[in-house]
């Protein structure tokens, strides 16, 4: 399998969260990443390619993301040390947001109040190398999806952070910026694939992604996902959000209780499954969370490491030409071991 990997993931290491009233320690670390290519190196698993420049990326976000939350990304950082040049040695986090009522639409000119109108929490730091990595990560998606596209490879995985599932066309929050995931399912409509699938296996429902393209027919996103009534992020990922207009029954979410083990989340799994056929999706884009481990800090589901091997297996019964995208899993010393028997599991299958 190619796997393609973010070189400059690292620039992003945000310092703290808020997490119930206090700043906690980040739990989306570079760390995380370097565990699995350790693990990708150590089985002999892959060919490794690092994401390459490519003049199309602007493009392609375009098509994804809003103009006006691109250029913000794009110099959120120096507007915020503009601010005050302390903030140089701070993240950025926001504080304030325009919840119902309030206007979305007019931009403000203080940087503070544009982080809120771009974001929806305040867990998701914004520091000086965060576009760079954003960008340089969304880059590694669109290569993976457009080595697939192009048939020179039947599967690939982007190995990217920040992650992207949480992302929307305007805004960021759950430690994503650009929605990666979203970039590869359009780089492979662009490259030929009538009908795309987006399976979401992570344990937070990718709300980013089913908001991008809850109108659209094209691309069916399907996650499995703790049920947001207990869950992040809360307002989204309910069973009785099916699409809209043209996308009408173009979305499933397959929400399940904290505390669900391998067995449950497998009938899960099947149903997303046989939902992926009956669209006759000509590509797959699988979200790769391994927050679903049963030693995840900040999840609630059961999953063994053996289990992983499993969902590869299941995932490959689809027979289509599949790219992977890392998203989250905050068991360190574990995430390289799960995410790789993913990979193996569909490979070997
Ligand atoms: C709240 C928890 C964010 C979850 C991020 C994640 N700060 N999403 O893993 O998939
Ligand atoms: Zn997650």
Not at 152 to 159: M, T
Request: proline residues 5%; glycine residues 10%; charged residues 20%.
């Amino acid at each position: 399998m190619l796997v393609i990997h973010n070189p400059d993931h690292a620039r992003h290491a945000g310092r703290q969260e808020m997490f119930r009233g206090r700043l906690v320690p980040c739990h989306e670390v570079p760390a995380r990443l370097d565990h699995v290519l350790a693990e990708l190196q150590r089985r002999r698993f892959g060919r490794l390619e690092a994401a390459a420049p490519d003049a199309g990326l602007d493009a392609l976000l375009a098509r994804i993301h809003a103009p006006r939350y691109l250029r913000f990304l794009e110099r959120a950082w120096d507007d915020w040390v503009a601010l005050d040049p302390a903030n140089a040695a701070l993240d950025a986090l926001p504080s304030v947001w325009p919840v119902r009522g309030f206007r979305a639409d007019v931009e403000p000119d203080n940087f503070a109040a544009r982080l809120g109108l771009y974001s929806f929490d305040a867990g998701t730091p914004l520091m000086a190398g965060s576009w760079r990595a954003a960008r340089s990560g969304a880059l590694t998606a669109a290569q993976a999806a457009r080595a697939v596209a192009s048939g020179k490879e039947s599967s690939a995985f982007a190995l990217t952070r920040p992650p992207g599932h949480h992302a929307g066309a305007d805004f960021f929050g759950g430690y994503c910026f650009l929605n990666n995931a979203a970039l590869a399912a359009q780089a492979l409509r662009e490259g030929g694939a009538a009908r795309v699938a987006v399976l979401d296996v992570d344990y937070h429902h990718g709300n980013g992604t089913q908001s991008i393209f809850y109108e659209r027919a094209d691309v069916l996103t399907i996650s499995i996902h703790g049920d947001p009534r207990t869950e992040y992020p809360f307002y989204l990922g309910h069973a009785d959000e099916r699409g809209a207009g043209a996308g009408e029954g173009c979305n499933l979410n397959l929400p399940l209780p904290r505390g669900t083990g391998f067995e449950r989340w497998l009938e899960a799994l099947d149903a997303a499954i046989t939902a992926v056929r009956a669209f006759r999706a000509d590509a797959l884009v699988v979200p790769l969370g391994l927050d679903t481990f049963e030693g995840d800090p900040i999840s609630g589901f059961r999953l063994k490491s053996a289990a992983y091997l499993r969902v590869g297996a299941r995932l490959a019964s689809l027979a289509l030409p599949t790219v992977f995208c890392f998203e989250g899993g905050y068991a360190v010393a574990e995430v390289g071991v799960n995410a790789v028997n993913v990979l193996e599991g569909f490979e070997s299958a």
